[in-house]
C-alpha cells in the first residue's frame, strides 16, 4: 500500500509543474544561502580554533599560579623535574615545550614597542606550535651568532619601523609588466632609491609621480610590492633580572613571522631560552609556562582535567579555560547553524503552505472521490504530507547539491575576504576562509527540511480531512 | 437473496435556513443480481438517496440495511472501511486518480483491501480485459476518451468486489456510441456475474436497459417498475 500512497504524493508534485518549481527553487536558495552561511561561520571558527591552539595557546598551559596572578620573573612552576616526568608520561600527549615568558620594552633605531617575550627550546616549540611554518622572513631561530636572534611578528616589525618601502632597481628589474603599464614602469624609475620608513611618505611620493587615475589603480599594490622587511636590524630589549636588575641585551631580528591574528603578532616574540636565562638568571628548570599539545581537542580538554589533579601546586588550564570564547564558539556554532537553517526553513514554510493549500482546493472532487471509494483519512493525510516533503525535499536536494559543490570549490580555493583583511586579523580572524559542511550537517539539514514538510502540510491536509465526500463529488 | 433493505427512510437538510425535505419514507429492497434505475427531474431526492445507500450520507430516520449491517449506525473509519469492501462507485466524472495509469489506478483500490501484488495483478488485467481495454493498461487518464475512462472506473468499482455498484449518472457526460458500449458491457457483467448495478439517471437509453426503473418525485417513490 505503501509504495502506491508515495508514488501518488511524488506524481501530484509534477501535476502543476511551474507553482511546483517556483516552490523548489525558492528552497533551493533557501538552502544553498543557508548551508553556505553556515558552513562559511564554521570554517571561520575552525581557523581560529586551530590558530588558538597550534599557534597561541596549544592544547594544556601549565603555570605556578602565583605567576598568573602576577606575572613576576620568580614565580616559575614547582617541581619542574616531577611535572615533566608525569606529562612524559602521560596518555593524551603529543608533545611539550617549556616557556620563560616575560614583558620586555624592545627599542630599534627608530622606534619602541612593548611585547611578551618567549624563551623557548627550539626544537620542542616546533613540536608544539606552527609558528615557525608562519615565518614569511629570515629563518625561526636557526644557527648560532655572536648577536643573538630574535623572531617578531610583523605588526611588531612594523611597529618597529622595520617595514620599509623603496623602489630598488632589483625589483623595478623583476616587476611584473602584466600587472603594471609600462607607463608606470617609467615613471617609478624617476621616484629613485630612497628608502622610506613610512608607509605615508611612501605613498605620497607614489602620488606624486603617478597621475591620480594610475595612483588610484596601482597604488595599493605597488606599496605592497616595494615594502620589504629590514632584516638583521639590531634591536635593544629592556628586562629585569632574577635579582631585580635591569638588563639590556641586543638581538638581531632574524626572523619574521605573520598569523592571522594582528594582535598576536604585534606583542610576541620568541628567543632561545638559553641566550634568555644568560641574563635573567633562571636556570634551566626554571620555567613559566608548559605548553602541551594533544592528540586532538577533546583529548585536549580531558588531558587537562586529568592533568590538574596531579599538580595541586599547578595551575592547569585546556584551551577550553585558555579561550573560552573560542570554545563557546565551537560549542553553539552547530545550533546557531541550525538556527539560522531553521529561521530561513520557517519562512520558506509559509510559501509551502500555500502552494500546498492551492493544491489540495483544487481537488478537491478528486478528494472526494477518494474518500468515497474507500481511502480512509490516514491515507489521505499521509498523500497530502508526502507530496509536502517531496515538494520541499526537491528544492533540499538541489540545493545541497549546489552548496556541496560549491562547497568543495571554496574548501580547496577558500573565499577571499583581503578587501576587509585589516579589520578580520586585528581580531584574530583569517581574511581567507575555508567554508566546512560535514555529513552531519547535510543530514540535520534534510531532516530539518523533512520536518518542515511535515508541519507545512498539516493544515492544507486538515483541510482535505474536513472535506465531506458527498458534497465534494458536487463542487464544480 | 437481499442486498440492500430501505425502511421508511427520511433525509431532512437543515443546514439553511430553509428545511429540505430531501427524501420521505422510502421502502426499497435490492435483490442480488438486479440492474435498477432511479430515475427522476432534478431535485427529486434521486442523488440523495444514492448517496444514503453509498454511506456517504446519513438518513434522518429510517434504516438502511446492507447484507445485515444497519449502516446508519457506522461512523468515521468504520464506514469508511465498509464502503471500501462492500460497495463499488461509478460518478459522472473525476471517476480516477489522473497522476496513475489505468491499470495502477484499478490496482489502488486493491491495495488499499490488502490484496496482494501478484493477485491484483492478475485481477487488474482480467477486469481491463472484461471492459474491453486490455491494451490500454498503461495510458494515463488523460490519455484516455470519457468512455474508456468509465469504463475504467467500472473496473476500478469491481476490482473490490463489492456487493453492488452504484453508479450516479455515469453515462451523462458521455456520446451515444461510448454509453451504448459502456451500457453493454454493465449488462453483460450482470448478466454472465451476477453483479447488482443501481443507477441514478436522467438518459432513456439506461432506463431503457433497465430491468426495474424506480421514479422518484418529491422525495417519494411514485412508480417502481420491473420488467
Known amino acids: 500500500m505503501k509504495t502506491m500512497i508515495w508514488s501518488i504524493g511524488w506524481k501530484n508534485v509534477w501535476r502543476n509543474k511551474t507553482r511546483s518549481m517556483v516552490v523548489i527553487i525558492a528552497v533551493l536558495l533557501g538552502i544553498f544561502v543557508g548551508t553556505m552561511t553556515s558552513g562559511f561561520m564554521k570554517g571561520w571558527i575552525n581557523q581560529r580554533v586551530h590558530d588558538i591552539i597550534y599557534i597561541e595557546e596549544s592544547h594544556v598551559q601549565i603555570h605556578n599560579p602565583d605567576y598568573l596572578f602576577n606575572e613576576e620573573l620568580q614565580f616559575t612552576i614547582k617541581e619542574f623535574e616531577k611535572v615533566v616526568h608525569i606529562i612524559d608520561t602521560a596518555k593524551g600527549v603529543v608533545a611539550w615545550s617549556p616557556r620563560v615568558k616575560m614583558y620586555v620594552m624592545a627599542q630599534s633605531d627608530w622606534a619602541a614597542s612593548g611585547f611578551a617575550l618567549k624563551g623557548i627550546d627550539v626544537e620542542k616549540e616546533k613540536k608544539v606550535s606552527e609558528i615557525h611554518k608562519n615565518i614569511i622572513e629570515g629563518s625561526f631561530l636557526e644557527g648560532e651568532y655572536k648577536i643573538p636572534s630574535i623572531v617578531i611578528g610583523s605588526k611588531a616589525a612594523e611597529n618597529l619601523k622595520l617595514l620599509n618601502y623603496q623602489v630598488t632597481s632589483g625589483k623595478l628589474d623583476s616587476i611584473d609588466h602584466e600587472l603594471f603599464t609600462d607607463e608606470v614602469i617609467n615613471k617609478l624609475q624617476n621616484i629613485g632609491e630612497k628608502r622610506y620608513r613610512k608607509e605615508k611618505d611612501f605613498r605620497s611620493i607614489l602620488s606624486q609621480s603617478l597621475s591620480i587615475q594610475e595612483y588610484n589603480k596601482y597604488g595599493d599594490k605597488l606599496t605592497e610590492y616595494f615594502s620589504f622587511y629590514r632584516m638583521g636590524i639590531k634591536i635593544k630589549l629592556t628586562i629585569q633580572n632574577k635579582n631585580g636588575e635591569i638588563e639590556q641585551p641586543v638581538f638581531k631580528v632574524r626572523g619574521i613571522y605573520k598569523t592571522s591574528n594582528t594582535m598576536f603578532d604585534g606583542l610576541t616574540a620568541y628567543v632561545d631560552r638559553k641566550i634568555l636565562n644568560q641574563y635573567t638568571g633562571l636556570n634551566s628548570k626554571e620555567v613559566h609556562e608548559i605548553a602541551i599539545l594533544s592528540t586532538d581537542n577533546e583529548t585536549g580538554t580531558e588531558l587537562g582535567e586529568r592533568l590538574s589533579s596531579y599538580f595541586p601546586e599547578s595551575n592547569v588550564m585546556s584551551w577550553r579555560k585558555l579561550s573560552p570564547e573560542v570554545a563557546m564558539y565551537t560549542d553553539f556554532i552547530n545550533l546557531i547553524g541550525f538556527i539560522y537553517i531553521g529561521i530561513i526553513l520557517l519562512a520558506l514554510a509559509f510559501g509551502i503552505i500555500n502552494t500546498m493549500l492551492m493544491s489540495v482546493l483544487e481537488r478537491v472532487k478528486e478528494l472526494g472521490m477518494l474518500m468515497a471509494i474507500g481511502m480512509n483519512k490516514k491515507r489521505v493525510f499521509s498523500m497530502i504530507m508526502l507530496e509536502s516533503v517531496f515538494l520541499t525535499l526537491s528544492g533540499a536536494v538541489a540545493g545541497l547539491i549546489v552548496s556541496a559543490i560549491v562547497v568543495k570549490i571554496t574548501n580547496r580555493t577558500g573565499i577571499n575576504l583581503s578587501f576587509w583583511a585589516e579589520g578580520l586579523e586585528a581580531i584574530g580572524y583569517s581574511a581567507i576562509v575555508y567554508p566546512v559542511v560535514t555529513v552531519l550537517d547535510y543530514i540535520g539539514v534534510i531532516l530539518l527540511v523533512i520536518l518542515t514538510g511535515i508541519i507545512s502540510s498539516i493544515w492544507p491536509a486538515r483541510k482535505a480531512l474536513k472535506l465531506n465526500p458527498a458534497e465534494a463529488l458536487r463542487t464544480e | ?227
Open chain 2, 1 to 227: 437473496m437481499k442486498v440492500i433493505e430501505l425502511k421508511n427512510v427520511e433525509k431532512i437538510y437543515n443546514d439553511s435556513e430553509v428545511k429540505v425535505h430531501a427524501v420521505r419514507g422510502v421502502d426499497l429492497i435490492f435483490e442480488e443480481g438486479e440492474f435498477a434505475a432511479i430515475v427522476g427531474p432534478s431535485g427529486s431526492g434521486k442523488t440523495t438517496l444514492l448517496n444514503m445507500l453509498g454511506g456517504l450520507d446519513k438518513p434522518t430516520s429510517g434504516d438502511i440495511v446492507i447484507s445485515d449491517i444497519h449502516i446508519s449506525e457506522l461512523t468515521g473509519s468504520r464506514l469508511i472501511d465498509f464502503r471500501l469492501h462492500n460497495i463499488g462507485f461509478v460518478f459522472q466524472s473525476y471517476n480516477l486518480i489522473p497522476v496513475l495509469t489505468a491499470k495502477e489506478n484499478v490496482e489502488f483500490i486493491m491495495q488499499m483491501q490488502g490484496v496482494p501484488a501478484k493477485k491484483r495483478l492478475e485481477r487488474t488485467k482480467e477486469l481491463l480485459n472484461e471492459v474491453g481495454l486490455g491494451d490500454r493498461l498503461d495510458s494515463r487518464p488523460a490519455q484516455l476518451s470519457g468512455g474508456q475512462q468509465q469504463r475504467v472506473a467500472v473496473a476500478r468499482a469491481l476490482a473490490s468486489k463489492p456487493k453492488f455498484i452504484l453508479a450516479d449518472e455515469p453515462t451523462a457526460n458521455l456520446d451515444s456510441k461510448s454509453t451504448e458500449n459502456l451500457l453493454d458491457i454493465m449488462e453483460k457483467l450482470n448478466k454472465e456475474e451476477h453483479i447488482t448495478f443501481i443507477f441514478s439517471t436522467h438518459d432513456a437509453r439506461v432506463m431503457k436497459k433497465a430491468r426495474r426503473v424506480i421514479t422518484i418525485e418529491d422525495g417519494k417513490v411514485i412508480r417502481d417498475e420491473k420488467k
